[in-house]
């Protein structure tokens, strides 16, 4: 079936320093979106993409449907960044939403 | 085995009716949560709760209703149906509520209201 295999699923990182995490796909997908969740346990939505690659800030996420992979690289990071970052694609048909299980970062200083 | 089943798959019903979406979690968590998907629009939370007690509620209708028989479940009843209520609809829970903590989540129940 439809599988999002995400890593790491832990991280440490020391403020100021970034890293990447990352969504393979066992199948095609359409599209892939990236979440934290915040401490009321709400998913805010960081990236929708459907190819290529988006910035935002300190972020930017990079979306591959042939290579079945997606990107979340974090620059420079801060305390604030800290909680759990998931990813979710859509699959090629655009009927289901499937989930990574998740990567808990620690930023620390 | 999935650890975390919502019943049913999918779900049409006519507008006006009453419908309830079912989710159990055999993870042994203490949270859990309902999100929602509507097409062309990110995933939106709905509800939190944590030792079945409502934490958190980010819907602003009252149609819709989360209830929690039992620790390990939480099921969505949603009333007076309307066809902006069509989406998928995803439960989801995690050991506690705070925020450093996993997700994990049902496979969801596509809604269309007609």
Redo the contacts between chains.
Sequence with gaps: GDQVEQSP?ALSLHEGTGSALRCNFTTTMRAV?W?R???????I?LF?LASGTKENGRLKSAFDSKERYSTLHIRDAQLED???Y?C?AETSSG???V?G??T?L?VYL | DPKIIQKPKYLVAVTGSEKILICEQYLGHN?M?W?R?SAKK??E?MF?YSYQKL??N?TASSRFQPQSSKKNHLDLQITALKPDDSA?Y?CAS?QD?????????G??T?LSVL
């Excluded at chain 1, 969740?37 to 998913?43: A, D, F, I, M, Q």
């Excluded at chain 2, 509520?97 to 989540?105: A, M």
């Design positions: 699923s979106q979440f969740k915040n401490s009321r346990g709400s998913l939505n929708y800290s909680g759990t998931f979710a009927q289901k939403l989930f299980q998740g808990i620690k | 949270a949560y999100y998907q990110p995933l939370f939190s934490m958190d980010q998928t995803f995690s509520r705070i925020s450093n903590e996993r997700l994990f989540f496979h969801g596509k």
